[in-house]
């Protein structure tokens, strides 16, 4: 296994995050000092904020009761003859018993991760499994990854395992405990319906969705219906960001020029020369701040935003499969009827079968759907709230540095009177 | 002041009459007082405008810095100390009648030295003083200085603009999305709200920094000011050495004439090609020489006056001027730095609100 670090210089692929809508920024504030878990569950978050209400003492609860830790970290490159790929270390720490051990820790690849959602969404196809962060689209570069780009990407992993970790059904999933603790994934990639399988399935639900749904229940049509107009806000909401992080870093280009015209006419002035570097240092100090701003809906509301976006798109598939169980069943129910009596034993048991599938499905849908909802309202809220207090923060700190020039202005005259009565 | 408000009329047409004699004013100031550093006139057009601002000379708003800036031209004008003496300045005042007839009658038109004249003197004058030189290039710097922050900073309040009308967008999509939630509703709603007050709050933001922006303007056109004063010193040296120099020549040809020799002149030839000329005719010259000699001592001794005079009242106005330039301008850095700590604290009251909205989510 080769234990290179990733090489600092990727020089000459320069991925544009901004422009590139095929990637996804995803990062929580997961800063990891010495490679312990922190535990970063929506509820922990919620705790800061001492709310009161019911649904939020649940989660409570469960913060104060998560028997798992996982971490996404030390990204490392990868070679072989065919390719060159990223290994994170994935570590696992937790007290449940269906563990043999309490700590694992293995290296699992991008594909990986992948493999493990798919095998989720097929075993519970009505459940909202977490999305990951994008594939990187190559633009015809051949050295895929720079240090930023792997940076969210592992936070992004990270967040999705938490994820997962926490949901009351999937987090004791098989394949969740094997990606977990299997030093090799290889063998047990291999079990499970085959790639034809799953065509077929994909070729059933086209076709079911071609026939179209009799009856689906109401509830789920306005489900449908918030999910698409979620979907549009949330894009929006993510366009508007990204726009106004646009306009900042302009801003900050001119400040960049701004601050040095004044300390360039110090240069050919006497008294005046104090007060109008004390400017330029002030624009200065509020270029830093505006950076530092600009970093932060980078990193915090970006992510946030995006995450979101995704999970439109899951919950539009989960939609999708849930409707088109329904319409499996209202197949086999049609051609049940069409047949005669004498015929009909053997298909019946199969219809009852799909019937109950779909109470399942719906059932299933149901749960996770007021639970999916929490957490999207905690941690939009969350990260709304966080920017909000990163702009009263940039102001702050603006207003400092500007209050401390008058301040020095203030001082100065009688300085300079004392000074002239020396001299 | 009520010349400024009389003129303050509505139509802009009357505005511009009043732009115009304000023009004339200065311009019989500059050539009758050339040793002081006169005020300069508010710019005629929009310069410097970042591109929200308009660049319209009939927008109301500029119409109105341009108003202030003639009040202050007036103030600077009447509280100096040599200026506020002027008869014309107070017939311009007390609105009398044929204000303008006065004014051509002083003939200072005639006066106004050609720039042609003024331009040759700067390239051909040998002494100046060093005072003076060191002036004028500072007035280069000062021009060059100012302008270049009013560009940076007409650039900066163009991106600060889009910055915060971006968040309008957030105002209204909040409120779309606001539609479709329950708990998420109303706090989303009444942040849209805050969003579209921090939006709109540009506005008055920007157009109180026009201000401060104008108070450099004015000593971006003082450099001009600045540098006339430093040209017409070279100017009447320029002059006098002009005078000195025809002196000594005609106080050398006076010599030859007298001793007989005549080096090389046109005379000395004439003499060589057609005989010498006649004694008479020669005493009629010298006595010429000796009317042009006295006039040339004449001339000198005015052109050493009014070049000694020039530099020492320059002196004391450059002075005068200087402490006026560091007073105004610290003053104008400190009430920008005001300005910016009112925006800061509309910035903070605004996520401040914000944030308690989303709190509510």
């Known amino acids: 296994m080769s234990g290179q670090t990733v090489p600092a210089d990727f020089s000459g692929h320069m991925l544009d995050l901004d422009e590139d809508e095929d990637l996804e920024v995803f990062s929580k504030n997961t800063s990891l000092a010495d490679g312990s878990p922190m535990p970063n569950s929506p509820s922990s978050m919620v705790n800061q904020y001492r709310l009161e209400e019911d649904e939020e003492e649940e989660q409570q609860q469960d913060a104060d009761t998560k028997d798992i830790f996982i971490t996404v970290d030390n990204p490392e490159s990868h070679v072989t003859a065919i390719e060159t790929f990223i290994m994170y270390r994935v570590l696992t720490k937790t007290t449940r018993s269906e563990f043999d051990s309490s700590e ?63 949901h009351p059904i999937l987090s004791y999933s098989q394949h969740f405990k094997v990606f977990l603790t299997a030093q090799e994934l290889t063998s047990h990639k291999k079990q499970g319906p085959g790639f034809l399988s799953r065509m077929g399935e994909t070729v059933r639900a086209v076709a079911n969705s071609v026939r179209g749904l009799r009856n689906r229940p109401e509830e789920f049509t306005l489900m449908q219906e918030y999910v698409e107009d979620f979907s549009n806000k949330i894009c929006s909401v993510d366009k508007v960001t990204q726009r106004i992080i646009k306009e900042q870093r302009e801003y900050l280009d001119e400040l960049k020029q701004y601050g040095p015209t004044y300390t360039q006419w110090a240069g050919s002035e006497e008294d005046l020369a104090e007060p109008l570097k004390g400017v330029a240092r002030c624009v200065e100090g509020c270029s830093k701040e505006t950076e530092e701003q600009i970093q932060h809906l980078s990193e915090v509301l970006v992510p946030a935003l995006h995450e979101y976006v995704l999970c439109a798109e899951t919950l539009k598939a989960v939609m999708r499969r849930r409707d088109n ?28 079968g799909l019937a109950d599938r779909v109470e399942l499905a719906n059932n299933a849908l149901k749960g996770d759907w007021s639970r999916w909802q929490k957490g999207m309202r905690t941690d939009l809220k969350s990260a709304f709230i966080s920017t909000a207090e990163k702009n009263v923060d940039y102001y702050e700190k603006c207003l400092a540095v500007w209050e401390s020039f008058l301040l020095s202005q203030r001082v100065e005259p009688s300085e300079q009177r004392d000074g002239e009565d020396v001299s | 002041m009520d010349a400024v408000a009389e003129g303050r009329n509505p139509a802009p047409d009357s505005l511009w009459r009043r732009y115009s004699e304000f023009e004339l ?26 591109h929200k601002l308009s660049a319209d000379n009939m927008d109301p708003d500029f119409v109105e810095r341009r108003r202030v800036g003639l009040e202050n031209f007036l103030l600077r004008v009447a509280s100096h100390p040599v200026l506020s003496n002027d008869k014309i300045l107070y017939h311009f005042l007390t609105e009398e009648h044929g204000w303008k007839e006065v004014v051509y009658e002083t003939g200072f038109q005639a006066k106004a030295d050609s720039r042609l004249r003024a331009l040759s003197a700067t390239f051909r004058v040998r002494n100046t003083d060093k005072r003076f030189m060191d002036m004028k290039h500072y007035s280069d710097e000062l021009q060059s200085h100012t302008s270049q922050l009013l560009r940076a900073r007409a650039r900066v309040a163009d991106r600060l603009y889009g910055v915060f009308k971006v968040h309008g967008n957030y105002g209204r999509v909040f409120s779309e999305w606001s539609a479709i939630e329950k708990e998420m509703g109303d706090g989303l709603q009444s942040a849209g ?13 920007l157009e109180e920094e026009e201000h401060y922006a104008d108070q450099l303007k004015e000593y971006l056109f003082y450099a001009e000011a600045l540098r006339a004063v430093c040209r017409k ?74 070049c000694e005079e020039h530099v020492e009242r320059a002196w004391v106005d450059m002075q005068r001027f200087e402490e006026q330039k560091d007073k105004d301008l610290r003053e104008a850095l400190i009430n920008y730095a005001v300005m910016q700590i009112s925006m800061c604290k509309k910035g903070i009251q605004v996520w401040s609100n914000a944030k308690e909205c989303f709190l509510k989510m």
């Open chain 2, 233 to 306: 010193h070279e100017l009447t040296q320029f002059e006098l050495e002009m005078a000195s120099q025809d002196l000594i020549s005609k106080k050398q040809q006076r010599e030859e004439l007298a001793t007989g020799c005549e080096r090389f002149s046109f005379k000395g030839m004439t003499n060589k090609l057609f005989g010498q000329e006649a004694p008479e005719q020669r005493e009629a010259r010298l006595k010429l020489l000796e009317e042009l000699i006295a006039e040339g001592e004449e001339a000198v001794k005015e052109k050493t006056v009014e």
């Open chain 1, 104 to 166: 694992y820790e293995v290296r699992r690849r991008y594909q990986d991760f992948l493999w493990l959602r798919s095998r989720l969404e097929e075993n519970h196809p009505t459940l909202i499994v977490h999305p990951l962060p994008e594939k990187f689209v190559m633009k015809g570069m051949v050295e895929r990854f720079n240090d930023d780009f792997i940076e969210t990407r592992r936070k992004a992993l990270h967040r999705f395992l938490n994820k997962i970790s926490e």
């Open chain 2, 25 to 50: 004013l200065r311009s019989y100031l500059v050539v009758t007082y050339p040793y002081i550093v006169v005020p300069p006139l508010p710019e005629k057009r929009a310069e410097f405008v970042w």
């Open chain 2, 193 to 205: 709200h805050h969003m579209d007050a921090y939006a709109a709050s540009i506005d008055d933001i």
């Open chain 1, 325 to 352: 169980i329904q319409a499996e069943f209202e197949a086999k129910n049609e051609a049940l009827a069409s047949r005669k009596p004498e015929n009909q034993e053997a298909l019946q048991e199969e219809v009852d």
